[in-house]
């Protein structure tokens, strides 16, 4: 191909790449998740019962875990989690680059939060970073495999071992991703997922928590129900995190294809790393080493002093050849208002700044073809080629 100029872009009056834009996920239900759900309806066991339990043991054993717990949300999955493992003032150390919820539920559950840097080419957390940050206060470390790429568990696992801390792996990305050979659920205290619309598994609302201990199980149990050890009996405060049986239907249907189509995420996420290589002016996201990534999100870099563009222009141009983006995410959490006094007392986290001008998402989901896939590196070319320095 050879490279695109200024005029070539649709943007400015050319012929696109794509004559209708490339769907940017692929989300809904089968007739078979619809059917799975309206058999909950006509039974009229609505509440959490036998749906969320075998949704429960199906999700734990696809992810290498020993036991699952569904709940309302993903959100309620990271407070069960804090909630079960941490004490009120215990200094976490957390990214500051995740959504906001990861770092919203430490302060919700009294966390003093201390954020670290990331990694620049995978965006996963920064171990040299989180080490550095410990002090004789750090209890725990609560990380996200973002966009589905799994942290450097095996560093993560060292640190924490050496320093007596907890580790929360905010999973919300990442349902069935693995690493070393193992489905991330075998590692640490406690795995939180999403199950969101958009979610590699979505079921509107919905989320699960996977432990590998038997007794923090238990116990998370009571937390996500009232604190109810028995028939009304209380022996601590709960809350009310459950999930309800339609959503277990449908979770439990839809699990059934994750496995398949979390393949062919990775299937258009080696297409997109062959032909992206070649592209100057765009970086794809580099897997941490050891790690098979779920891929919910395709995030790039644009390489700023290559091009003549801004991220955004980039992205605007790109749009109109057909490619849809998304920014995720605009801002560093050192950045966001809510956060301002912990910023403060932070250090500057410098990758993650710099993260939020350069990173944009291009399509990925089970239902791209090869053909889109390449179609989607060929306006990447185009784009690059025609905003070069
Ligand atoms: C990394 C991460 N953590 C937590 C959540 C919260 O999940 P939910 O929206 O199901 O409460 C999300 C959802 O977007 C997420 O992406």
Redesign the pocket.
């Known amino acids: 191909m050879t490279t695109a100029t200024a005029s070539d872009l649709a943007i400015n009056g050319g012929t696109p790449v794509f004559d209708a834009n490339v769907p940017f996920m692929s989300v809904g239900l089968t007739d078979k998740d619809i059917a799975a759900a309206t058999e909950v309806l006509q039974s009229g066991m609505l509440r959490a019962a036998s749906k969320c339990a075998a949704l429960e043991e199906e999700f734990a054993k696809q992810s290498d875990a020993n036991f699952g717990l569904t709940c309302a949300?993903?959100?309620c999955a990271?407070q069960l989690a804090y909630g079960s493992l941490l004490e009120r003032g215990d200094e976490v150390i957390t990214p500051a680059w995740?959504?906001i919820?990861?770092v919203s539920m430490l302060v919700a559950a009294g966390a003093k939060v201390v954020f670290c840097d990331v990694l620049e080419d995978s965006y996963q957390a920064d171990p040299a970073d989180i080490e550095r940050l410990i002090t004789p206060n750090t209890k725990a470390i609560a990380v996200?495999h973002?966009y589905g790429i799994p942290v450097d568990i095996d560093a993560i696992e060292a640190i924490a071992k050496k320093h007596n801390l907890k580790v929360i792996y905010?999973s919300?990305?990442a349902h069935l991703a693995e690493y070393n050979g193992k489905g991330i659920g075998a590692f640490g205290d406690a795995c939180t997922y999403?199950f969101?619309a958009t979610k590699n598994l979505g079921t509107g609302?919905g989320?699960m928590v996977t432990v590998n201990d038997e007794e923090l199980a238990k116990n998370m149990g009571f937390l996500r129900s009232h604190g109810e050890t028995g028939k009304y009996l209380h022996e601590s405060i709960g809350f009310n995190y459950r999930m309800n049986d339609i959503t277990g239907a449908i979770g439990l249907s839809k699990l059934e294809t994750l496995g398949e189509e979390t393949n062919r995420r990775r299937a258009v996420a080696n297409i997109y790393a062959d032909r992206i290589d070649s592209i100057e002016g765009v970086l794809r996201p580099v897997p941490t080493a050891g790690s098979n990534p779920a891929w919910h999100l395709y995030t790039c870099r644009v390489e700023l002093d290559k091009l003549t563009c801004t991220r955004d222009e980039f992205c605007a141009a790109l749009n109109k050849e057909g490619v849809p983006t998304a920014v995720h995410y605009p801002k560093p959490l050192t950045e966001q208002p809510v956060f301002a006094d912990i910023a403060k007392a932070s250090d500057e986290p410098k990758v993650a700044k710099k993260l939020a001008s350069i990173v944009f998402c291009i399509p990925i989901h089970p239902k791209l073809s090869d053909e889109q896939a390449n179609g989607v590196c060929d306006a990447l070319a185009k784009v690059a080629g025609a905003f070069a320095k």
């Open positions: 949300n993903g959100t990271l995740t959504f919820a990861t996200t973002l905010d919300a990305q999403s969101y609302e989320g």
